[in-house]
């Protein structure tokens, strides 16, 4: 059974950057299409990014287009958020997720598809 762990969160002014980190143990993420959610207080789950098994296609959030980047590392079998140009509205616990899925191109925008998910990692951007 594969297990996703979150890393990279923490307290950032507005306009500062941070990287999450999801380990993927117990198989490699390539087997996966994976995704990036995240959940503000009193909010539902939002849709953040979404990466394909092969790594070359890719999804985000219209409020995160061009500030976010998703990305692999095989060697190290962690899936990657790049986050830059914080702002206080992405304050949230980011989660990622993994789904089995046959096609290597696929990206799976909504959670719904999803199988397994991380713990998640609080994300606090300051005004």
């Known amino acids: 059974q594969v297990q996703l762990v979150e890393s990279g969160g923490g307290l950032v002014q507005a306009g500062g950057s941070l990287r999450l980190s999801c380990a993927v143990s117990?198989?490699?993420?390539?087997?996966?299409?994976m995704g990036w959610f995240r959940q503000a207080p009193g909010k539902e789950r939002e849709s953040v990014a979404a990466?394909?098994?092969?790594?070359?296609?890719?999804y985000y959030a219209p409020s995160v287009k061009d500030r976010f980047t998703v990305s692999g590392d095989n060697a190290k079998n962690t899936v990657y958020l790049q986050m830059n140009s914080l702002k206080p509205e992405d304050t949230a616990v980011y989660y990622c997720?993994?789904?089995?899925?046959?096609?290597?191109?696929?990206?799976?925008?909504?959670?719904?598809?999803?199988?397994?998910w991380g713990q998640g990692t609080q994300v606090t951007v300051s005004s």
């Open positions: 990466i394909s098994r092969s790594g070359s296609t890719t």
């Open positions: 997720a993994a789904a089995s899925i046959f096609d290597r191109r696929t990206v799976l925008p909504d959670g719904i598809d999803y199988d397994v």
């Open positions: 117990g198989r490699s993420f390539s087997s996966y299409a």
